[in-house]
Every structure is written in structure tokens, then in C-alpha cells.
């Protein structure tokens, strides 16, 4: 594939294009665009016509916003539309009980992605949002995921953030140990003063998370204790869906 003259190969030049855009920011200029890919304005404008050709972006007025064609492919990916599809029902559950925001996460390069996100009229506060990010160690999902997965995996993101989760957890070992023991995970207020996040894993033949189902509530809410209850019933429930088609 091409290279620019900075060496940049044709494919970096319009994945940096493609992640220029956030659920913040879902339209930009293409000044704007070239700035956050790092691009000459002339290799932006023209990159930029080459992805609108084929779908990808969509120009509007003078601004651009990303294709309903990334939509479909994605949707095409069969691990997350086997996850998701096999969740829903047990999220929709959930959102019908409990009345509140829940949500489908993995992880995945070092961060919580959201696969799907219920809402709620009057729901508290909830960060998540489909295709999103969170950090793992300020979320109750991001936490039991990493409880629950292999040691390697563990170490390897405690070696990249150590003095982050050190600040935030103290002995970082010892607070997944406990998630672990108690099969769920629950915080107060790390991304907003005003909730509590709750999350139980979904888990594989060998015990490791492949995904989390998650919940806000108002934090100091007496109904923890039965939320947690349902994310952990609900989990179980995909769990073993997901182990009977063989993970």
C-alpha cells in the first residue's frame, strides 16, 4: 500500500481520519480533521473524498460526519453480534426490573468498549454509550472484567497503569482478588459523584470474563443489594448461552 512521503502507509493515513471523529464530536470540518490525523490539509481534503466515495464519511454543508456503511460492517462482526444478540433479552430484562440504564461491555486495548447500552426514562446518570470507552479501573465493568480475566492480562495492564490504579484502588491485587470472591464488582462515584456502578461478569468454559452486563444506580441506593442479585442472575444466564454455542 502507498506510503506518503513521512512514511505513513495509505491505511494509517485513513484509520487517523476515521478516529478523528468522537460521540462528542461526531462532525468536523476538514481542517479540523486533518489537525487530529496529523495530515497535510490537501492529503486530508483528498482522503477525505476518497472515503466519502466509497460511503465511509458523509459530507455535510461544510462539515463531515462518519457513514452508515462503517455501521454496517461493523455490524457484520460475528463475535460482537453473537454476544450482543444472546445479552439483549437478559438487558432488557434487567432495564424492565431494575429501571435504569444497563449495559453490554468488553474489554478490550486496555479500555471498557460498550456493545450495547438499554435506556431508561429518569434513569441516573449512566457515561456509557454505544461504541464508547471507559477507563477500566474507574468502572465497576472495567474492574470485574479484569477480575475475571487471565493472570497475564492482568499484569500486563497493572504494569501499564500502575501508579494510576495505585492512586485510585491502593493495593490493586487485592481489591480484584475481592471482586473475585464476591463474583461482583461495585464502586461509588469514580466517573460521577452522584451513582454507583454495579457489574457481574459473563464468563467462558474456563472462568474468565468475555464480557460484563452493568448497571448505575443513585449512589447510596438500598436497592444494591437486589441489583446485584439480578447482574449476577442475568450474567449467569448469558454465561451459559454463550458456553452451550461453545464461546
Known amino acids: 500500500m502507498a506510503n506518503s512521503r513521512s512514511g505513513d502507509k495509505l491505511l494509517d493515513r485513513m484509520v487517523r481520519i476515521l478516529e478523528s471523529f468522537t460521540a462528542e464530536e461526531p462532525r468536523?470540518?476538514?481542517a479540523e480533521i486533518a489537525a487530529r490525523a496529523q495530515l497535510p490539509a490537501a492529503t486530508a481534503y483528498r482522503l477525505v473524498d476518497d472515503l466519502a466515495g466509497q460511503g465511509f464519511v458523509v459530507r455535510e454543508g461544510g462539515a463531515v460526519r462518519l457513514g452508515m456503511r462503517l455501521w454496517?460492517?461493523?455490524?457484520?462482526?460475528?463475535?460482537t453480534r453473537d454476544l450482543r444478540q444472546l445479552a439483549l433479552p437478559y438487558l432488557?430484562?434487567?432495564?424492565?426490573l431494575l429501571r435504569q440504564h444497563t449495559q453490554l461491555s468488553v474489554l478490550h486495548e486496555d479500555e471498557v468498549l460498550i456493545l450495547e447500552r438499554l435506556s431508561r426514562p429518569g434513569?441516573?446518570?449512566n457515561q456509557a454509550h454505544v461504541a464508547g470507552r471507559l477507563p477500566v479501573h474507574q468502572t465497576s465493568m472495567g474492574m470485574v472484567l479484569l477480575a475475571f480475566a487471565p493472570a497475564h492480562v492482568q499484569s500486563g495492564y497493572l504494569s501499564r497503569h500502575e501508579r494510576a490504579v495505585a492512586d485510585l484502588h491502593g493495593d490493586f491485587r487485592r481489591t480484584l482478588a475481592e471482586i473475585r470472591h464476591r463474583g461482583w464488582a461495585t464502586f461509588d462515584g469514580f466517573l460521577d459523584d452522584t451513582t454507583t456502578g454495579a457489574a457481574a461478569p459473563v464468563l467462558d468454559r474456563a472462568g474468565h470474563a468475555v464480557a460484563a452486563l452493568g448497571v448505575v444506580i443513585p449512589r447510596g441506593s438500598d436497592a444494591l443489594?437486589?441489583?446485584s442479585m439480578a447482574l449476577m442472575t442475568a450474567?449467569?444466564?448469558v454465561s451459559r448461552d454463550l458456553q452451550a454455542r461453545g464461546d
Open 235 to 237: 450474567a449467569r444466564g
Open 72 to 79: 454496517e460492517l461493523a455490524n457484520r462482526a460475528s463475535a
Open 225 to 227: 443489594p437486589a441489583v
Open 28 to 30: 468536523l470540518t476538514v
Open 123 to 125: 434513569a441516573a446518570v
Open 92 to 96: 432488557e430484562d434487567l432495564n424492565q
